[in-house]
């Protein structure tokens, strides 16, 4: 792994497959560009699902520090995650895809910067 690719923040993306609160063509654009950017990246079916089985998975994921999570409301995914026994990290950033077009979405990830929650 390169010094540049250490320095990148992990990446979680929600694909909603169950409430289906984001919309689809922004979750499929993001997909496929995070797809085609070549950074690494996890991809996961459901957060809400994920929060409410209280899946182990969710908790390692995020032990990463400074993970970015595309999704929806920070707020929502951050109650998600402490519901299901594991807080997000302070300096994990969530971007909503919800209201935000891929373009952004994609910038907000991809920046190296650390920056404020996307509302």
């Known amino acids: 792994m390169s ?6 923040p992990p990446l979680l993306y929600c694909n909603c497959s169950y409430a289906k ?16 950017s070549g950074r690494s990246f996890e991809a996961v ?10 899946d182990p998975a969710l908790i390692e994921l995020l032990k990463q520090p400074r993970l970015r999570i595309a999704a929806c409301y920070p707020r929502a995914v951050k109650w998600l995650c ?8 302070d300096d994990a950033q969530v971007v909503n895809m919800r209201i935000l077009p891929a373009d952004d979405v994609m ?7 650390s920056g404020e929650e996307s509302t």
């Open 21 to 36: 609160v984001v919309p689809e063509d922004v979750k499929q654009e993001v997909l496929r560009q995070l797809s085609e």
């Open 107 to 113: 910038q907000n990830l991809m920046s190296n910067e």
């Open 82 to 89: 402490s519901a299901a026994g594991a807080p997000a990290p």
């Open 3 to 8: 010094q540049e690719n250490q320095s990148q």
């Open 45 to 54: 079916a459901d957060l809400c699902e994920m929060s409410a089985k209280r």
